[in-house]
């Protein structure tokens, strides 16, 4: 899986509907898109503008799951 972002809006928009029922995916609200590497030709094709953000997405997508836990008094 491959951590994506996008420029604007539009273009996660453009990018959501071209994957929808045909490459899983993860959205976030922050803007940035989890994909499989089969998607990005799609995206590329589609000349839907997006940044590679890394590989190793797995580790940083955690802590953007499950942030530490805060003290409670």
């Known amino acids: 899986m491959i951590l ?5 809006e539009e273009a996660k928009d ?13 959205s976030w609200q922050s803007g940035e ?11 590329a094709r589609e000349n839907i503008p ?3 953000e890394g590989l190793d997405a797995y580790g ?5 799951r499950n942030p530490s ?4 008094q």
């Open 4 to 8: 994506t972002g996008f420029p604007n």
């Open 14 to 26: 453009r990018a959501l509907e071209s994957l929808l029922g045909q490459h899983p995916f993860k």
């Open 33 to 43: 898109l989890l994909v499989s590497e089969e998607a990005l030709p799609l995206l």
């Open 50 to 52: 997006f940044v590679f």
């Open 60 to 64: 940083r997508v955690s802590t953007v």
């Open 69 to 72: 836990a805060t003290t409670v």
